[in-house]
């Protein structure tokens, strides 16, 4: 039941905790063949009792009479998958049981999440806790504090989260990141301490075709030429027509990912940060750098020479999957999961041989092999969820979702019941066939969304889940090549003031939509790349300058906040 914003009386002094979801270019849950946990299985979740600490909250149920609080949230995709709502994953059902506390999930159309977001905004009409990436929301968090929508939360954090407040002790940087620059928390975040599970996104490529090309794998941008030359020129998939496309990128989106090789950054869908991106404590905008003019370059041969794929700034994911499928692809950028264990797991028996590799992200002429993925600095994504000023339990509400950051709770949001979907293996949660052996042959990944908070979660993304899902030598093999990347070019993730948040959103706005229509042309030939002055002069016109300034002061007052 959702109250009116006109009748709040909360004091706007409490504190917001957020619980955050992960929202990247692709989450972090990896599938592989459906089989039991390998013996390994144990050692490689070992870190999962580290992710947490104790429990240190008080006891069960949170409230001795029924609450129900409403929800807004996001559903994500792998949910959908088995379940009609957030309601029906078994965990939350047994969070239900154990803190008293009943959740009326609301869940915008998937796909139309930020447009009902704003709807919803719009109408007055709150719930008590709304899920959201708030960094990207316009004006940003601190506009809706300001605005009187969503709390300030410190007190009662320090009064009533205990668990959460242990897991910022254990790792400062999540509290760092958790918090705006003026030391306002406003969210309960999903956290992901362990680096190796934010570097399970790269470059993939075909081995079976590299084999038969005599080719090692690829490690500068030249290299990648050469192999990608190969793969248009030898006929790889051996059927005597000149169909393979060697790079397959979706839309404009990972074309982009090769301006690493170019020691730069351009805007990626995901980012919380914008298109900016760092050098020695400099904030950047790629397009304006010398560097730019090289990287089109580059891309406008390849494009010529039928190494990209000719339709790329149409292609969607669900071509790109039919080419990779269709034995036409030979190199795209994925992750562990859906790139790897998808393929590896579904391409049919007509293709024999089929194989698939990590390889590096290209370096150019630094050396350097710059993983630009915007999450391997990310300790919180940027997902979280805030509790509203229509909300008359407030400290009840910060019970429920600090018992997620305390190991009991933890264990339940990333690994489901005991004995049921997991049991203890030498100390450690390791999972069943409910899991990993599903009867109608559901994916692990799937499973796992079924029964547990993951992939959308307001607690710590256990190691050892994460682990667990790589059954593929591929995959593992492909957290250690992404992972030996050089990450100093991401941003951490930055934080705005209202009013920069919205100045910064006008001129962007303008600045991205410039940008991605003359990309296209200039890749596409039909903008000649000598027009570079006339195109970066437009873009000065467009205050991209004082767009820089403001990211750079952000950086500055994020610096100053350890």
């Given at each position: 039941?959702?109250?009116?914003l006109a009748c ?11 619980a955050?979801?992960a929202?990247?270019t692709?989450?972090?849950?990896s599938?592989?063949t ?7 299985s144990?050692?490689?979740a070992s ?6 600490p104790a429990?240190a909250?008080?006891?069960?149920p949170i409230?001795s009479?029924p609450l ?6 996001s ?8 379940r009609?709502?957030?309601?029906e994953?078994?965990?939350y059902?047994e ?9 009326n ?20 009409d709150i719930p008590d806790m709304?899920?959201?990436?708030w ?6 968090p ?5 605005d009187?929508?969503i709390l300030?939360?410190?007190d009662v954090?320090?009064?009533s989260?205990?668990n959460l407040?242990?897991?910022y002790?254990?790792y ?5 990141q958790s918090q705006?620059?003026?030391g306002t ?6 956290i992901?301490?362990?680096s190796?599970i934010?570097?399970y ?9 590299l084999d ?13 030429y ?12 051996e059927?005597?027509?000149a169909?393979?496309?060697p790079?397959v ?7 982009k990912?090769?301006a690493?090789?170019?020691?730069m950054?351009?805007?990626m869908?995901?980012e ?7 050098s020695?404590g400099k ?5 304006m750098e010398d560097d ?8 406008r041969?390849?494009?010529a ?9 149409a292609?969607?994911?669900?071509r790109?999957?039919?080419l990779i499928s269709g034995?036409q692809?030979g190199a795209f950028?994925g ?5 790897l264990g998808?393929?590896?797991?579904s391409v049919p028996e007509s ?7 990590a ?10 092999n ?7 600095v990310?300790?919180?994504p940027?997902?979280g969820?805030a509790?509203?000023t229509?909300n ?7 019970k ?5 950051y305390?190991e009991?709770?933890a ?8 004995g049921?979907?997991?049991?203890m293996v ?8 409910v899991i990993?052996?599903?009867?109608e ?5 799937i ?9 959308q ?7 050892g889940y994460?682990?667990?899902m790589?059954?593929l030598?591929?995959q593992?093999e492909a957290?250690?090549?992404w ?6 070019l991401?941003l951490?993730p930055?934080s705005?003031?209202?009013e920069e948040?919205?100045?910064l959103?006008t ?11 003359t990309?296209?042309r200039?890749?596409?030939?039909q903008?000649?790349v000598?027009d570079?002055?006339?195109f ?8 991209i ?13 994020y610096?100053?906040?350890?």
């Amino acid at each position: 039941m959702s109250k009116k914003l006109a009748c709040i009386a909360l004091s706007l002094s409490l504190i917001l905790l957020a619980a955050c979801g992960a929202a990247s270019t692709e989450a972090p849950p990896s599938s592989g063949t459906a089989q039991s946990a390998p013996a390994s299985s144990a050692s490689a979740a070992s870190k999962a009792a580290e992710s947490v600490p104790a429990d240190a909250g008080g006891g069960l149920p949170i409230v001795s009479q029924p609450l129900t609080l409403d929800y807004w949230s996001s559903f994500p995709s792998k949910n959908a998958e088995t379940r009609k709502s957030l309601g029906e994953v078994t965990a939350y059902q047994e969070l239900e049981k154990r803190t008293g506390i009943t959740i009326n999930w609301q869940h915008p159309p998937i796909g139309q999440e930020n447009e009902q977001f704003n709807l919803m905004i719009a109408s007055g009409d709150i719930p008590d806790m709304i899920y959201y990436n708030w960094q990207n929301a316009p004006g940003g968090p601190a506009k809706y504090i300001d605005d009187g929508l969503i709390l300030k939360l410190n007190d009662v954090i320090e009064q009533s989260a205990p668990n959460l407040r242990a897991v910022y002790e254990q790792y400062p940087e999540a509290g760092i990141q958790s918090q705006l620059d003026d030391g306002t928390f406003y969210m309960f975040p999903f956290i992901k301490p362990d680096s190796s599970i934010r570097t399970y996104n790269g470059p993939i490529v075909r081995k079976d075709w590299l084999d038969k090309a005599g080719l090692e794998r690829p490690v500068t941008i030249d290299d990648w030429y050469i192999m990608l030359k190969a793969f248009k020129e030898q006929d790889p998939n051996e059927n005597g027509e000149a169909d393979e496309i060697p790079f397959v990128s979706v839309k404009l989106n990972t074309i982009k990912w090769f301006a690493g090789a170019w020691g730069m950054k351009l805007r990626m869908d995901s980012e919380n940060t914008g298109p900016f991106y760092q050098s020695e404590g400099k904030v950047h905008f790629g397009p304006m750098e010398d560097d730019y003019q090289e990287y089109l370059t580059v891309m406008r041969r390849w494009y010529a020479e039928g190494l990209i794929d000719p339709d790329f700034a149409a292609t969607d994911s669900t071509r790109q999957n039919a080419l990779i499928s269709g034995n036409q692809a030979g190199a795209f950028w994925g992750g562990a999961s859906g790139g790897l264990g998808k393929f590896l797991n579904s391409v049919p028996e007509s293709v024999p041989g089929f194989d698939l590799t990590a390889v590096q992200y290209p370096a150019g002429k630094a050396g350097v092999n710059y993983n630009i993925h915007p999450d391997t600095v990310n300790s919180i994504p940027g997902t979280g969820a805030a509790i509203t000023t229509v909300n008359k339990h407030v400290e009840e509400t910060v019970k429920w979702f600090d018992y997620m950051y305390g190991e009991e709770g933890a264990r339940l949001m990333n690994f489901g019941i005991e004995g049921d979907t997991y049991e203890m293996v030498n100390g450690e949660p390791i999972y069943t066939d409910v899991i990993l052996n599903d009867p109608e042959g559901r994916s692990p990944d799937i499973m796992v969304a079924s029964h547990t908070t993951t992939p959308q979660e307001t607690s710590v993304y256990a190691t050892g889940y994460y682990t667990q899902m790589l059954f593929l030598p591929q995959q593992k093999e492909a957290l250690s090549i992404w992972g030996d990347g050089d990450f100093s070019l991401n941003l951490p993730p930055i934080s705005y003031t209202s009013e920069e948040s919205q100045r910064l959103a006008t001129i962007m706005n303008e600045v991205n939509t410039y940008v991605d229509e003359t990309f296209v042309r200039f890749i596409m030939g039909q903008e000649g790349v000598d027009d570079f002055e006339v195109f970066r002069g437009n873009l000065k016109n467009m205050n991209i300058e004082e767009a820089v300034s403001i990211a750079q002061a952000a950086l500055e007052r994020y610096q100053a906040r350890a």
